[in-house]
């Protein structure tokens, strides 16, 4: 009895703790986006890219049997508003016609260009140039069964200071680049990576690989993952970000300082997670080198991805985000708690250990030992319901802040319908969706610890020439 | 009777999560009214702004030339924040002949004067704002109260200051800035540094000049990186000066301004940078070698495709494979010189600008200007060979 009483009064501070640091954030990302746009309210971005002094970026995308998306996502890219840009594809062992296809639009031409393989990669088969667009450089590569490993043969190849990684089915908006680039400029000697928004693609109006027009998707399970990314993006990265405690940026779109990139031996091969685990490692370098840095994050600078649309897909999903959460912070547990990881290891990585990896375990043991101690009279029926509002509540006004900051921010939902939608659908997130989600993570957490490390496949409903989703 | 609050806390742990509940509803209504009223504050607000900005566009010709009364309309807030607002745009854009009239219709109005006055006493963002706006009248009384905020204890305000100096565009706004980092006292991002001096300086490069000579170091780097970018024929004599600079990254500078001039000096110039001991100077030498229109250039630039340096081949092989009716000739000249990596980059270079199949077509045509086939032979074996060791290398550094 005391065991029960005992497990739900940590159950109950566990849960009061998590919100109320999630409400922390989300007060810190209200006040440093008001002062940001105080900040460059008046700055333009006409200027960085008439400045003969901006850096060149490289951007770098990973395509694996992308032969019917390829062609446009390059043509987009390559007319991104950024003065000098470099845009490196890597085709990872694809078995269908994803180079012949580019060959085929840009004249691809064998090149004899010196590649150095600072960061071990599979073997390299051809490099391509374009006569027509000469910004363009394609590596044809062995499959090495991880997007890890074709990002790193696109940064072997890449010539510039900065780098970007774009996943081959996302779009970004005209204006990203110099918008991300914009968090550099800040501060070019102490920013050494800077991660923009992904948003959700789908129910958007998409032409020629721009989004035209954005809409809510119409399905209840792709709205929720709007209000998701919403408040994992506005309030979570930009409240992490403003202590300098970011620890990850979207593989979907970041950019990163290219030097410290191969310092600290580039994407980790076969790693879920990628992306965290490469930030994390970042954090690691520059900590114990006791280097000044910030890792940043900004709200603008925005990207649009597809999420799924179905319920297996997106089980698969969070699954495996759960695996690359753990895969990402097993290896660096040393980083916990070590005086030299100042407060990366004191603050953010236990939040991701306890209210992000064991979240779902501790929630079920919560369910358990509820339902038990209700069934043998040990809690107080009045409490237990009142916990239960609260939870709700407070969960509803995280998410519904989410939607302030949207407001605030880059406004993009202009109908006032689209975000009555949103409002609507903060109320009825929480069930069935984020118990479902608990246990998405669980079957991530089962299948790690048994040594299942597969990706999974999503089925993708694809960026038609005209809508999305 | 007590306060809710005592009774939530007489009744014990559930009362107190009532309590939560209760802030956290209290919470909900509020975000939920705060951005309806957002959203119709906002709405009404650029409907009036839009109503009134048709209004005084119509008038617009009569503001600026004071036919209206700066006072019809600077004491109404909204109308003086359009005027403003459109007076910077048109400011940003205009001709020396527009710009005159523009800035008294600044003056006269008094905006120029609060914008002044709101920059020396106004604080944090506010202050910022105001600075940028002043960068922005390209006014040459805006100068010294800008300049008085690169002394500032706040770096943003400083980083401010430096890019509204910028935007003035005016040879004089980059002076403090420059007598700053010649005291070594102006701690701001080289990069928003540099892009100021080189908006102030675009017209009058000369005013770097003294400066460099008055630096050394880092500082005299960053400056003649910005000479690199504004400089032009005008500089004459000076610019030779600097190509003999003992700091690399000056002559490299140099040689970037030279390729922007095209004076009798600037070829042997380039010449004798091309062959500089340091291989970025060599490089730029070369880039700007390429950006030079004179057939002269060619042996300068066949030497420095036996560069030792992969970097200056390429860029040699660039410059030649774009000169078009001298190819074959060039293409004759680069197989004599018997290097084979000096023949690949130009090949590859020919390959990659498509002018490679006319030449091989006027290497086989018959006739008396007709190539020999030793030299036909040499051009497709080295066509097989770029294809080759391009597999080869993309293969070997993959492994």
Same mark, same amino acid.
């Not at chain 1, 406004?411 to 202009?414: A, E, L, P």
């Not at chain 2, 565009?169 to 706004?173: D, H, N, Q, R, V």
């Given at each position: 009895m005391r065991f029960l009483t005992l497990s739900n009064d940590i159950l109950f501070v566990y849960y009061l703790l998590a919100n109320l640091i999630y409400l922390g954030l989300l007060i810190v990302a209200i006040t440093r986006n008001v002062r940001h746009h105080h900040q460059h309210g008046n700055f333009r971005l006409e200027l960085i890219k008439a400045s003969p002094f901006t850096p060149p970026i490289t951007l770098i995308v990973p395509a694996h049997n992308e032969e019917r998306s390829i062609v446009s996502s390059v043509g987009a890219l390559l007319e991104l508003d950024y003065p000098s840009l470099e845009v490196v594809v890597v085709n990872d062992g694809s078995s269908d016609a994803t180079v012949e296809k580019l060959q085929e639009a840009y004249g691809l031409k064998i090149a004899r260009i010196l590649y150095i393989a600072e960061i071990r990669t599979a073997p390299v088969r051809a490099i391509y140039r374009s006569p027509q667009e000469p910004r363009l450089l394609v590596l044809d590569k062995a499959a090495a069964g991880c997007k890890a490993d074709a990002i790193n043969a696109g940064i072997n190849a890449a010539t510039s200071p900065y780098v970007c990684v774009v996943d081959a089915d996302s779009i970004l908006e005209k204006e990203a680049l110099i918008r991300i680039m914009a968090g550099v400029f800040a501060d070019p000697g102490r920013v050494v990576a800077v991660g923009g928004i992904v948003r959700v693609l789908n129910g958007s109006r998409v032409v020629d690989n721009q989004i035209q027009q954005v809409k809510l998707p119409k399905s209840s399970i792709e709205i929720m993952q709007v209000i998701e990314y919403l408040r994992a993006f506005l309030v979570g990265r930009e409240g992490w970000a403003n202590f300098n405690m970011l620890p990850i940026i979207s593989g979907a779109f970041g950019i990163f300082r290219t030097d410290l990139v191969k310092q600290v031996g580039g994407f980790r091969t076969h790693a879920v997670g990628e992306d965290f685990d490469l930030v994390v490692r970042m954090h690691r370098r520059l900590q114990e080198e006791h280097r000044p840095y910030h890792i940043n994050f900004i709200a603008a600078p925005t990207c649009w991805t597809e999420v799924p649309t179905d319920w297996n897909s997106l089980a698969r999903q969070r699954a495996r985000w759960h695996k690359g959460l753990i895969d990402a912070l097993w290896p660096n547990r040393?980083?916990?708690?070590?005086?030299? %990881?100042g407060r990366v290891g004191w603050l953010v990585l236990p939040y991701m250990w306890l209210f992000e990896f064991l979240a779902p375990v501790i929630e079920l043991v919560g369910y358990a030992t509820i339902i038990l101690a209700c069934v043998l009279g040990v809690l107080s029926k009045t409490f237990f319901l009142f916990f239960l509002l609260f939870g709700y509540a407070f969960a509803t006004l995280i998410s519904m802040g989410s939607v302030l900051l949207e407001e605030m921010t880059v $406004? $993009? %939902?202009?109908d006032w319908r689209e975000v009555a939608r949103l409002l609507t659908y903060c109320l009825f997130e929480h069930f069935p969706y984020r118990p479902m989600t608990m246990v998405w993570r669980l079957k991530g957490i089962w299948q790690y610890m048994r040594g299942d490390r597969q990706w999974g496949a999503m089925k993708r409903v694809g960026i038609s020439a005209d809508t999305a989703g | 009777m007590g306060s809710v609050f005592k009774a939530i806390a007489r009744s014990g742990p559930a009362g107190l999560v009532l309590g939560a509940i209760l802030v956290s509803l209290l919470g909900i209504f509020l975000l939920v009214g705060f951005i309806v009223f957002r959203r119709w504050y906002r709405a009404r607000y650029f409907r009036r702004r839009n109503e009134r900005t048709v209004i005084l566009r119509a008038r617009w010709n009569d503001i600026v030339s004071g036919k209206v009364a700066p006072e019809e309309w600077c004491f109404e807030p909204l109308d003086a924040e359009i005027v403003g607002s459109i007076l910077l745009d048109n400011i940003e854009v205009s001709t020396a002949e527009s710009l005159p009239l523009l800035l008294e219709c600044l003056r006269k109005s008094g905006l120029l004067d609060m914008l002044i006055y709101q920059a020396r006493t106004a604080r944090s963002w506010r202050q910022r704002a105001a600075l940028l706006a002043l960068g922005r009248?390209?006014?040459?009384?805006a100068i010294p109260a800008l300049a008085a905020g690169l002394d500032s204890k706040s770096a943003e305000t400083r980083v401010t200051v430096v890019r509204a100096l910028g935007r003035t565009? #005016? +040879?004089?706004?980059a002076i403090p800035i420059l007598d700053r980092i010649v005291e070594g006292r102006l701690d701001a991002p080289e990069r928003s540094m540099k892009n100021s001096i080189a908006n102030c300086c675009r017209?009058? +490069?000369? #005013?770097l000049i003294s400066y460099l000579d008055q630096t050394q170091g880092p500082a005299r780097e960053l400056l003649a990186r910005v000479l690199a970018e504004v400089a032009s024929a005008e500089l004459g004599d000076e610019l030779l000066v600097l190509a003999a600079d003992a700091l690399p990254e000056v002559r490299a500078s140099a040689a970037r301004a030279l390729g922007s001039t095209n004076t009798p000096y600037t070829l042997p110039a380039l010449h004798s940078l091309a062959t500089d001991p340091e291989w970025f100077v060599r490089l730029r030498a070369v880039v700007a070698l390429g950006q030079i229109e004179n057939v002269d250039k060619i042996g300068v630039l066949l030497r420095s495709l036996c560069d030792a340096n992969r970097h200056v081949r390429q860029r040699a092989a660039w410059a030649l494979a774009r000169m078009e009716p001298q190819l074959e000739q060039i293409l004759q000249d680069v197989v004599a010189t018997k290097d084979n990596y000096a023949l690949q980059a130009f090949i590859s270079e020919l390959e990659r600008s498509g002018a490679i199949e006319k030449i091989i077509s006027g290497l086989s045509g018959s006739g008396q200007h007709s190539a020999p086939a030793a030299l036909r032979e040499v051009v497709e074996g080295a066509r097989k060979s770029v294809e080759m060791s391009g597999k080869a290398m993309a293969a070997a550094a993959g492994h």
């Open positions: 040393d980083m916990l708690f070590r005086a030299r %990881y $406004r $993009r %939902y202009g | 009248t390209r006014a040459k009384e565009g #005016i +040879p004089e706004a017209n009058n +490069p000369r #005013i």
